[in-house]
């Protein structure tokens, strides 16, 4: 692949400001009735914001899909007191033009590591293991595992090699998209390099230490990861389109994604590629509805006790300006989450306290416009109308 796998929140410059030009003003976005789905009040398509900020929205928007070259957008912003805006534009299908649709299913990439982390805090909260446990006592043959904590693995502070850098690995999967990757295997291509720092020096952004968490939490539960997050996590939410698959399975209705994480960086459709590499770290899969209810679940610790919530909330610099992160999850300029890239698909859920608002982005494209993510492009734009004092961009405290 041309580039790095480790994508989802940093890939290479998450939060620089756009440069997109200005395009004539769009219409406003019309949802067809095919489109619209399972839906449930401030859910259906639609605006309840005021009429001036529905047309700022809808305008931006579309230029930002047009000109970053984006298939498909599913765009859902609540903000209560002021409304709420809910829109599906573009096609889920560029060969047949079928449009994108409400209730689209994507795969949701690094969204995954909330989940994840999540059924580790719960198993804190039982007191069944410890944050500043090392990984050496779940996981054996971990470089410096017995100086490394989960705590640190949760924070991105290990030292780690990603095992997504490893130009081994990158063969491997261009070479067959399709193939399945067990954790250990994947693991091993980041055992090959020398930790690039020591235990908490510094943050690098590793889907390596989340593959290593779902590990502890199988070992300490002696269930599968998919299992404890749905039972565990998903459920207790009250998730019903959400889940960790074994494999490329894909449940519809879902539209077709596009990458050009191919060897020539020519774009292709990824939809059926095997996302197992990423398992614990990005596989999963869920909706709008879903992930609007777990943008809040999530960012006030509603499965956790406050004291965990709190530890979970606890960021650290990241490097990235205005940005810094957590327990598996990050805080930018007030918005709290994590998004989500992996070949075709990518997604933001955050949530806003000082507002109680929610953003959930879906695309169907990872393809970025010159060293920039496309759902940060959206969210980015959407934000700055939105929540101006609260715009979703490290770049925008940075001047």
């Known amino acids: 692949m041309r580039r790095t796998h480790d994508r989802g929140l940093f890939a290479a410059t998450l939060f620089v400001a756009s440069v997109l030009a200005p395009v004539a003003a769009a219409p406003a976005?019309?949802?067809?009735?095919?489109?619209?789905?399972?839906?449930?009040?401030?859910?259906?398509?639609?605006?309840?914001?005021?009429?001036?900020?529905?047309?700022?929205?809808?305008?931006?928007?579309?230029?930002?899909?047009?000109?970053?070259?984006?298939?498909?957008?599913?765009?859902?912003?609540?903000?209560?007191?002021?409304g709420s805006y809910v829109r599906a534009t573009g096609v889920a299908d560029k060969v047949t033009g079928a449009p994108m649709a409400l209730d689209s299913r994507v795969r949701i990439g690094s969204e995954t590591k909330t989940f994840t982390v999540t059924a580790l805090l719960e198993l804190v909260d039982q007191g069944r293991v410890g944050l500043d446990d090392r990984i050496s006592e779940y996981v054996e043959g971990v470089p410096c595992g017995d100086r490394i904590s989960l705590r640190q693995l949760a924070e991105m502070?290990?030292?780690?090699?990603?095992?997504?850098?490893?130009?081994?690995?990158?063969?491997?999967?261009?070479?067959?998209?399709?193939?399945?990757?067990?954790?250990?295997?994947?693991?091993?291509?980041?055992y090959r390099h020398d930790n690039t720092f020591g235990p908490g020096e510094r943050f690098q952004y590793s889907n390596t230490n989340l593959v290593l968490l779902g590990l502890v939490v199988e070992?300490?539960?002696?269930?599968?990861?998919?299992?404890?997050?749905?039972?565990?996590?998903?459920?207790?939410?009250?998730?019903?389109h959400t889940f960790l698959p074994a494999g490329a399975e894909f449940p519809q209705p879902?539209?077709?994604?596009?990458?050009?994480?191919?060897?020539?960086?020519?774009?292709?459709?990824?939809?059926?590629?095997?996302?197992?590499?990423?398992?614990?770290?990005?596989?999963?899969?869920?909706?709008?509805?879903?992930?609007?209810?777990?943008?809040?679940?999530?960012?006030?610790?509603r499965l956790l006790s406050p004291e965990t919530q709190a530890q979970r909330l606890m960021t650290l610099p990241t490097?990235?300006?205005?940005?810094?992160?957590?327990?598996?999850?990050?805080?930018?300029?007030?918005?709290?989450?994590?998004?989500?890239?992996?070949?075709?698909?990518?997604?933001?859920?955050?949530?806003?306290?000082?507002?109680?608002?929610?953003?959930?982005?879906?695309?169907?494209t990872d393809s970025g416009t010159g060293n920039q993510e496309p759902s940060t492009l959206l969210a980015r734009a959407i934000t700055a109308i939105a929540t101006p004092d609260n715009v979703y961009d490290g770049s925008a405290t940075a001047g």
């Not at 990005?282 to 879903?290: K, Q, R, V």
């Not at 205005?322 to 990518?346: C, D, M, Q, R, V």
């Open 29 to 82: 976005v019309t949802v067809p009735a095919a489109a619209v789905g399972r839906c449930h009040g401030d859910e259906c398509p639609g605006s309840t914001l005021s009429p001036e900020l529905t047309s700022q929205l809808d305008r931006t928007i579309e230029e930002v899909r047009q000109q970053a070259g984006i298939p498909g957008v599913v765009v859902g912003l609540w903000m209560p007191g002021k």
């Open 157 to 190: 502070r290990s030292g780690l090699f990603p095992y997504t850098s490893d130009p081994g690995f990158i063969h491997d999967l261009e070479s067959d998209p399709t193939r399945s990757f067990t954790p250990r295997e994947v693991l091993a291509y980041g």
């Open 219 to 240: 070992k300490v539960t002696g269930r599968p990861l998919a299992e404890v997050i749905r039972e565990g996590v998903v459920r207790p939410s009250r998730l019903r």
């Open 254 to 301: 879902h539209p077709r994604g596009y990458t050009d994480q191919t060897p020539t960086g020519e774009t292709v459709d990824s939809t059926d590629w095997n996302p197992s590499w990423a398992w614990a770290a990005g596989a999963m899969i869920s909706d709008l509805h879903d992930l609007r209810r777990w943008a809040e679940v999530v960012a006030t610790g």
């Open 319 to 364: 490097g990235f300006p205005g940005t810094g992160y957590g327990l598996g999850i990050f805080e930018t300029n007030g918005w709290i989450g994590h998004n989500g890239s992996i070949p075709g698909y990518e997604t933001v859920t955050v949530y806003l306290p000082t507002q109680k608002a929610t953003l959930v982005i879906m695309i169907n």
